[in-house]
């Protein structure tokens, strides 16, 4: 969750300032527990909302405007209610609690749903083994443990007085009109296992809640099926169980007594693996508290990217071709580095470098005058220093952590309209095509961390302008398909750097946007930041 940037004036174009007062802390501020938003960005959302109540004051004077009745008493409540909320997030132990108790809301949540999936699967009187299989890949999608979905179901079974399934029976032909509707056998596919769960819920169109039928599209979307695909089978399963006439029964053929088949034994159900990326709000709370952040044996700040789903790319009008096809991206949990690489840092690896700063730049500016080879060889030095792998981002990891999960085209939001969001070629620099009416502070590279409000959905800083940050892969179009942590070409003639410089116009700033250059290639506003693997 994120507030839009800018926030939009009109209230009946933005849905978010309902949230003023609700129980959930982070959700007044336009946040999510799950995001572990960072103290500036929590200093910052308040700032942004006290502002947007703020210019609503007229309306108090205004009762018959349609606005002021839409905000009614916000206008009073809402400074009180995100000031309680920012005081209580940006309190240690206040937000310990708090997230606690969400994390726990959670897990019942997902527990509850499980119980209502695990109603379906019992309702022939037994639990079989690929129900049950099905059951924990259901569970583990929101994020619950294996060990923990078996204890429940055990304690479940008992409670219920229901058994599992003791034997294999051999298979039966099919009748012909369960053949005909295609409903006896599965391939395997998602809608097939959907329509045999439907058929063990035994419900008919009368007999079927609100709540079963939300439950039953919970299911089917668990499955991989879209909210509309498993809406259509239920009406469809609907239709056949009130519409079709029971089939006749088949004759009996008589033929030469054989042997009866031995049944297969019944093995206990293995624990299936759990999805290869879960990136549901239980999961990734999860994660954080498995993976905190930690500081690397140079100094710099570690920061954990949650796993998550992205489009990767962009068809707007100043997008490049090579920024196509959109490309749907999953990715598991990493850690990013909040900052770019300082010359501090990298110094502790090559105190040589010292020679080669820009002219006046700092401890805390971004190292620069590397290549992609001396980045990879930092990375080699800082993780034999640990029990971490570091190396550079991979562009799909560099993209996601640069703009989230919400598509948005800059890290912190829709437009680069003013001064404090990134260092880029603006009023100070004399390129030709310099943005004459921003003046971002700056005339060359800044310290990193000068730029707060630029902040990323991740929490990292200085992913737009400052300097181009050194990828993984090496360049390559993009396919198109849908994948699960790509890793691009790792050969070719040129190495893919993505974010801009202070050298660079706006439009090279945002998330989606590439560069390249030759392996060796190094310059005053090319440095790099790390991630290290969970």
């Known amino acids: 969750m994120s507030l839009p940037s800018p926030l939009p004036d009109n209230p009946t174009r933005w849905e978010g300032w309902r949230g003023y007062n609700s129980p959930d802390l982070y959700e007044r501020l336009g946040l999510s527990f799950a995001d572990n938003p960072s103290g500036e960005q929590i200093e910052e959302n308040c700032r942004q909302l006290l502002i947007w109540w703020q210019k609503k004051l007229p309306l108090k004077n205004q009762p ?15 400074p009180r209610y995100l000031v309680e909320a920012r005081s209580g997030l940006l309190n240690g132990e206040t937000r310990r609690r708090i997230d606690e108790e969400l994390h726990g809301r959670a897990r019942e949540t997902a527990f509850s749903e499980l119980s209502k999936f695990l109603n379906f699967a019992v309702g022939h009187g037994v639990l079989t083994r690929e129900d049950e299989n099905n ?23 008992q409670s219920r007085g229901i058994g599992r399934q003791k034997k294999v029976e051999p298979a039966a032909a099919p009748a012909p009109e369960v053949a005909r509707r295609g409903r006896a056998r599965s391939d395997g596919s998602p809608a097939d296992e959907f329509r045999r769960l439907l ?69 206990e159900p293995a624990p299936p693996r759990s999805p290869a990326v879960n990136v549901s709000p239980l999961a990734r709370a999860q994660e954080r508290a498995d993976h905190p952040n930690f500081e690397n044996a140079a100094g710099g700040e570690m920061l954990l990217t949650p796993s998550g789903v992205f489009d990767m790319g962009s068809t707007a009008p100043e997008a490049a071709p090579n920024e196509q096809p959109i490309t749907r991206v999953t990715l598991g949990c990493f850690y990013i580095s909040r900052f770019p690489v300082t010359n501090a840092e990298y110094e502790k690896f090559d105190p040589a470098h010292k020679s080669r700063r820009m002219p006046g730049a700092g401890d805390l500016h971004p190292v620069v005058y590397v290549s992609s080879l001396d980045a990879v060889k930092f990375c080699e030095w800082l993780s034999a220093r640990g029990r971490r792998k570091f190396r550079l981002p991979t562009e799909a990891e560099w993209e996601y952590a ?18 404090d969001f990134a260092n880029f070629a603006d009023s100070n620099t004399g390129f030709a095509w310099r943005d004459p009416n921003i003046d971002d502070g700056y005339p060359e590279s800044s310290p990193v961390g000068a730029y707060p409000r630029g902040v990323s959905p991740c929490g990292a800083e200085d992913m737009a302008g400052n300097v181009w940050e050194w990828c993984l892969d090496f360049f390559a179009d993009y396919k198109g398909r849908e994948s699960t942590n790509p890793r691009g070409p790792t050969q070719g003639a040129r190495r893919i750097y993505r974010g801009g410089s202070w050298k660079s116009r706006s439009s090279s700033l945002r998330a989606s946007a590439r560069g390249f250059n030759v392996p060796t290639y190094s310059s005053n506003d090319v440095g790099f930041r790390i991630v290290a693997e969970t």
Request: glycine share 10%.
């Open 64 to 78: 018959s405007n349609p606005l002021s009745q839409m905000l009614r008493s916000g206008i009073d409540e809402a």
């Open 135 to 157: 059951l924990y890949h259901i569970g583990a999608a929101s994020g619950l443990q294996v060990e923990e979905m078996k204890a429940f179901v055990e304690a479940e079974l």
């Open 199 to 267: 058929r063990l819920s035994k419900l008919s169109e009368d007999d079927m809640t609100d709540d079963q039928r939300d439950a039953l599209c919970n299911m089917g979307e668990s499955l991989g099926l879209t909210g509309g695909q498993a809406e259509d089978l239920i009406d469809e399963f609907l239709e056949e169980e009130s519409g079709l006439p029971p089939a006749p029964p088949m004759p009996v053929m008589k033929a030469a007594p054989a042997k009866a088949p031995v049944p297969a034994p019944v093995k």
């Open 402 to 419: 640069a703009r989230g999960m919400d598509g948005r085209s800059f890290p912190w939001g829709e437009k680069l309209n003013r001064g």
